[in-house]
T-cell receptor, first 114, second 120 residues
Framework: AQKVTQAQTEISVVEKEDVTLDCVYE???????LFWYKQPPSGELVFLIR??????QNEISGRYSWNFQKSTSSFNFTITASQVVDSAVYFC???????????FGAGTTVTVRA | EAGVTQFPSHSVIEKGQTVTLRCDPI?????LYWYRRVMGKEIKFLLH????????ESGMPNNRFLAERTGGTYSTLKVQPAELEDSGVYFC??????????????????FGAGTRLSVL
């Protein structure tokens, strides 16, 4: 069985602060995918990143960065210099390599105050 | 390119009534998925279509839920009769061809904005 845990329910920061969202997962699969999605107030889930389990290289995209550590089964997400537009619910998800079902965490609500 | 569209965006019905949700996937995407988020909990998988065929419906809660995808284009999810515990947000997603080990992002699922169902 697969499980994704996002221990932080809500995070509130002031604009320009950095914020890190934790994601810990459990899986018996040796190869798998990890994802992050963003759900802004408009409601749609916006794809942010997919990471293969055999690629532990960290990734940076603008103000977003992801830290994948297989040894601790974590795939954390950091927003640097947060902005009000970053306010959203962020979901971490996992799927087996040969599967399509996504297993989601409960989501973390990020509020960035001006 | 249009994304995944769902309607209605919000539906309020009485217990025992019937509701039909619709999803239009991204054009050219053979794979279509339904998920549900209940009471702020995890988003849970319901089922998966490949074109018009049900590939996996293991997540469907019970036989009050019926999903169809006639012609392999849009999909409907009918709840009949609706119960209070069916309330939640129903998401639809689509993706291109499945394939293990692909580096082209074909198994990335793109989601719609969801339909918020309230059963009173």
């Amino acid at each position: 069985a697969q499980k994704v845990t996002q221990a932080q329910t809500e995070i509130s920061v002031v604009e320009k602060e950095d914020v890190t969202l934790d994601c810990v997962y459990e899986t018996r699969d040796t190869t798998y995918y990890l994802f992050w999605y963003k759900q802004p107030p408009s409601g749609e889930l916006v794809f942010l990143i997919r990471r293969n389990s055999f690629d532990e290289q960290n990734e940076i995209s603008g103000r977003y960065s992801w830290n994948f550590q297989k040894s601790t089964s974590s795939f954390n997400f950091t927003i640097t210099a947060s902005q009000v537009v970053d306010s959203a619910v962020y979901f971490c998800a996992l799927s087996a390599f040969n599967d399509y079902k996504l297993s989601f965490g409960a989501g973390t609500t990020v509020t960035v105050r001006a | 390119e249009a994304g995944v569209t769902q309607f209605p965006s919000h539906s309020v019905i009485e217990k025992g009534q019937t509701v039909t949700l619709r999803c239009d996937p991204i054009s050219g995407h053979d794979n279509l998925y339904w998920y549900r988020r209940v009471m702020g909990k995890e988003i849970k998988f319901l089922l998966h279509f490949v074109k018009e065929s049900k590939q996996d419906e293991s997540g469907m809660p019970n036989n009050r839920f019926l999903a169809e995808r006639t012609g392999g284009t849009y999909s409907t999810l009918k709840v009949q009769p609706a119960e209070l515990e069916d309330s939640g947000v129903y998401f639809c997603a689509s993706s291109q061809d499945q394939g293990a080990g692909d580096s082209l992002g074909k198994n990335i699922q793109y989601f719609g904005a969801g339909t918020r169902l309230s059963v009173l």
